[in-house]
Every structure is written in structure tokens, then in C-alpha cells.
T-cell receptor, first 112, second 116 residues
Framework: DGGITQSPKYLFRKEGQNVTLSCEQN?????MYWYRQDPGQGLRLIYY???????QKGDIAEGYSVSREKKESFPLTVTSAQKNPTAFYLC???????????FGPGTRLTVT | AQTVTQSQPEMSVQEAETVTLSCTYD???????LFWYKQPPSRQMILVIR??????QNATENRFSVNFQKAAKSFSLKISDSQLGDTAMYFC?????????????FGKGTRLSVIA
């Protein structure tokens, strides 16, 4: 079955630790995206990548980093510089221009 | 920059009734798409309906339809014959289409409760 997987579903970390969230897709989509969801805030764009080895910052990129070494994978690292990392993180992909995005099931990150 | 506004944080509707969710957006561009996504309690984002800005005809998908008013920059979602499974957060989203894959810009969402 084609789709987008995010792992793990729930992730717990201590403050000051970096953590990497996984996003994999087998849809052969060119573009991939990371969004953050907080209560009452909707979804906000962290980073996106239109092709392999290229990515752009979104509206709230500070404290996050990404890589796109393979078409299928777009991992997100939440660094210790992110002031308030506890949130629900959604990964998405799209096949081409002017197409809807397909979303993964999300990862709930809790930092204490 | 594009913005999307959903002015109704929460709404409720009786089962089998009709409900309309509002969405307005702001852009100076002429080529774009608009979407409604549904996020049920599972938190999986599901596409409900899409509208191309160059099309005058309003999109419909079974019980879901939109009222797209381009001049007014309004894009409301009508759900007919509401069902308990329609209970979810609904997000309006905007996407430019002038080049490449562009990110979605989301509104803050409307929480819809369908009451038996």
C-alpha cells in the first residue's frame, strides 16, 4: 500500500535533547512538507522540500532542521534551540504542481 | 503573504441537518487552489474538497459542496445531511499555483460537533 508513515506516534524527550522525527513516503512524490499543529493555531509550516537535496524554511523554522537526501525521506530534527517543542507534527507530500497534499498520521512530541 | 481566516472556532449541528462553515482569504494573486481538510479525532488529515480559482463552478463531493466567491475572497463549506462521522476539525487551506510545489496556508480551524 502506498502512503506516508511517521514514526513514532508518540515521542517523549527531556528538555535540552535533540530529537529526530521520521517521515517516509512511497508515493514517488517530489515535494514533502513539515507542519506543526498547536491547539487553536491550525497548521503552521516548518520546512518544505520540492526536490532531493533542496529545502526551504517555512514560517516557523527557528529551532528545527531537515535533510532531504532521498526522495522518500524527509526527517525533521527538533533541536534544543526550539523554545516550545511540545506539539503535534504532521508530515505531508504532494506529487506535483497544484496538487493536494497527502498527510501522514502525525507524531505527538512531548518535551519535559 | 497569503492569509486564511476561519471566523467560527466551534459549531454544532443536529444529525441530518445542514451546516455551513465560513472561510475567507487574502491574496493578491489570481492563480490558486482552495481546499477543505477534515481532521477527525484520530488526527489524520483528510481532503474533503478542492476548488480551482479559475473555475466558476462550485465544487461538490457527495454531501459536501462549496460556495466560492472569488471577488469576495470567500470559500465556505456546506455539509448536507450531517452525520455523526462528520464530527471533526475542519481546516480551510490556500495554495498558490504559479510555480512548483507550494505549501498550504491554513486557517485556524472550525471544530464541528454533530449531535444525535
Amino acid at each position: 500500500d502506498g502512503g506516508i508513515t511517521q514514526s513514532p506516534k508518540y515521542l517523549f524527550r527531556k528538555e535540552g535533547q535533540n530529537v529526530t522525527l521520521s517521515c517516509e513516503q512511497n508515493l514517488n512524490h517530489d515535494a514533502m512538507y513539515w507542519y506543526r499543529q498547536d491547539p487553536g493555531q491550525g497548521l503552521r509550516l516548518i520546512y518544505y522540500s520540492q526536490i532531493v537535496n533542496d529545502f526551504q524554511k517555512g514560517d516557523i523554522a527557528e529551532g528545527y532542521s531537515v535533510s532531504r537526501e532521498k526522495k522518500e525521506s524527509f526527517p525533521l530534527t527538533v533541536t534544543s534551540a526550539q523554545k516550545n517543542p511540545t506539539a503535534f507534527y504532521l508530515c505531508a507530500s504532494s506529487p506535483g504542481t497544484a496538487n493536494e497534499q497527502y498527510f501522514g498520521p502525525g507524531t505527538r512530541l512531548t518535551v519535559t | 503573504a497569503q492569509t486564511v481566516t476561519q471566523s467560527q472556532p466551534e459549531m454544532s449541528v443536529q444529525e441530518a441537518e445542514t451546516v455551513t462553515l465560513s472561510c475567507t482569504y487574502d491574496t493578491s494573486e489570481s492563480n490558486y487552489y482552495l481546499f477543505w481538510y477534515k481532521q477527525p479525532p484520530s488526527r489524520q488529515m483528510i481532503l474533503v474538497i478542492r476548488q480551482e480559482a479559475y473555475k466558476q463552478q462550485n465544487a461538490t463531493e457527495n454531501r459536501f459542496s462549496v460556495n466560492f466567491q472569488k471577488a469576495a475572497k470567500s470559500f465556505s463549506l456546506k455539509i448536507s445531511d450531517s452525520q455523526l462521522g462528520d464530527t471533526a476539525m475542519y481546516f480551510c487551506a490556500f495554495m498558490l499555483t504559479y510555480s512548483g510545489n507550494t505549501p498550504l496556508v491554513f486557517g485556524k480551524g472550525t471544530r464541528l460537533s454533530v449531535i444525535a
